[in-house]
């Protein structure tokens, strides 16, 4: 499972085309306005009656500073009150919602995103816990994974006393990149100081885990700068690490249009960027999760991975995937059983809706079976890097090369190529094609089209 990744320049530009990064399949833009509030309470339904374990998601829109990398569903204000109605609606939603499941549903994921979650003052986060603690099954005895996003501008001692307090176990840092000019063109200024304190204070208050975010590919980026920030990020020893691709995208996130293009690396500099990180986290101990991702050997995730017991959500890699997911606020998505829908991504029609009484449900899908197995497929090569033809069969009564048969000579091109090992009952992942495993799971992806291909970021 653990074998080193394998760098091949030459493999990596002819494969590093654009495409999703399935965090669910099919993915959100496949979504439609045929899902609304009424399948949704079916779907809390039959929840309810099988009495599944849930992941709840809370998204908290409000950041007091853009950055303009962001692609997000945000709202920029330095006024601290507009997060008053808006959690006013939030709650009315949770006792909606809550009032549809059973008591006996415990919630063994929570997660707060944003925009910047502790945008709400201390008195408004308490009173949020609590209201999910009054409509949901939360656990009070840490054995949960209750983790929050943390602006460290945005946060003090104070702040992770109180998360603790409120059963928050593991947190996520944004720092993207902590060269000051880079920092400058994206406005984000943020001290390498400033982040070490709240990993201190993560680790005096006995949170269980700590990740970092990190981009490249942003404006002023050079392969010597990045490899700068990682090296000081690895000395403050996260337990996981997120390493992103950035997907300058200004046709679609208008704050990308600030972004100076001409400052932009070229291609060429970002794949050193990639080739530099990979080495030095290897160095320094990490393992390669997948998709961009690294964890330390003795982390969740990478146990995880080595017992075949990984997965991959909405909520990026987890060990919770047999929970039923359920999205709260503005653009959040809930998977069900197998319906996903998606809240209203605008701010006003979100609130007028609860204001009615009335859940906020805007669009979504419900997989067929043939989405069920592509999906299976993905899912097994994005988190074990081989997926074996028989559990596939025994699960959905297909013989499998014959259902791929339309895929299998581009398959085999692949094994030719060295991505990966076609054997008699199984596909693997070669070490030199584990960076590029969007490019196979994007042969199993029925949606994607050249057209649609350009709505996503590049594999690499």
């Not at 530009?13 to 979504?31: E, I, L, M, N």
Request: include cysteine; hydrophobic fraction near 35%.
């Amino acid at each position: 499972m653990f074998d080193s990744i394998r760098w091949d320049a030459d493999l990596i530009r002819r494969y590093d085309h654009s495409g999703p990064r399935y965090t669910s399949y099919p993915t959100a833009v496949q979504f439609h306005p045929g899902v609304g509030p009424f399948e949704f309470f079916h779907a809390l339904r039959d929840s309810r009656h099988a009495k599944r374990a849930l992941s709840l998601y809370v998204h908290i829109p409000f950041c007091a500073n853009i950055c303009y990398y962001c692609a997000c569903t945000k709202v920029i204000t330095k006024d601290r009150s507009r997060s008053e109605p808006y959690l006013q609606r939030l709650i009315h939603e949770i006792e909606i919602i809550g009032r549809h499941l059973d008591h006996d549903q415990v919630v063994e994921q929570l997660h707060f995103g944003g925009g910047t979650p502790t945008f709400l003052d201390h008195a408004q986060l308490r009173r949020l816990m609590a209201e999910l603690r009054r409509n949901f099954n939360l656990l009070g005895d840490d054995s949960a994974d209750y983790s929050i996003e943390i602006d460290p501008r945005e946060a003090d001692w104070a702040t992770m006393g109180l998360l603790r307090e409120l059963g928050f176990n593991r947190i996520s840092l944004g720092v993207q990149d902590l060269d000051p000019a880079v920092q400058r063109a994206v406005n984000r200024l943020q001290t390498l100081e400033e982040t070490r304190s709240i990993i201190d204070a993560a680790r005096t208050l006995q949170y269980r885990s700590v990740n970092i975010d990190l981009i490249y590919g942003l404006p002023k980026q050079t392969p010597e700068s990045f490899s700068h920030t990682i090296a000081a990020v690895t000395e403050l020893q996260p337990d996981r690490l997120s390493v992103y691709n950035y997907a300058h995208l200004p046709e679609r996130f208008m704050p990308q249009r600030r972004i100076n293009s001409a400052e932009l690396p070229e291609p060429a500099e970002k794949l050193l960027m990639l080739q530099n990180t990979v080495g030095q986290l290897s160095a320094a101990g990490y393992r390669y999760i997948g998709m961009d991702h690294f964890a330390l050997p003795d982390d969740e995730l990478a146990i995880a991975q080595e017992e075949g017991l990984l997965h991959r959500t909405f909520q990026g890699y987890t060990t919770h995937s047999h929970c039923d997911l359920i999205g709260l606020g503005v653009s959040a998505i809930s998977r069900i059983g197998e319906l996903y829908s998606q809240n209203s991504s605008d701010l006003s029609h979100y609130q007028n809706c609860l204001d009615g009484g009335q859940l906020a449900t805007a669009r979504g899908l419900r997989t067929s079976e043939d989405d069920r197995i592509r999906r299976t497929v993905i899912h097994h090569l994005l988190c074990d890097f081989e997926v074996n033809f028989g559990a596939i069969e025994d699960c959905f009564g297909l013989y499998f090369r014959s259902y791929f048969h339309d895929i299998w000579p581009q398959l085999e091109h692949m094994a030719n190529d060295g991505l990966l090992e076609i054997g008699q009952r199984r596909i693997k992942i070669l070490p030199a094609g584990r960076l590029l495993v969007r490019a196979v799971c994007m042969l199993f992806d029925t949606y994607v089209g050249e057209a649609q291909q350009q709505r996503f970021s590049r594999v690499i």
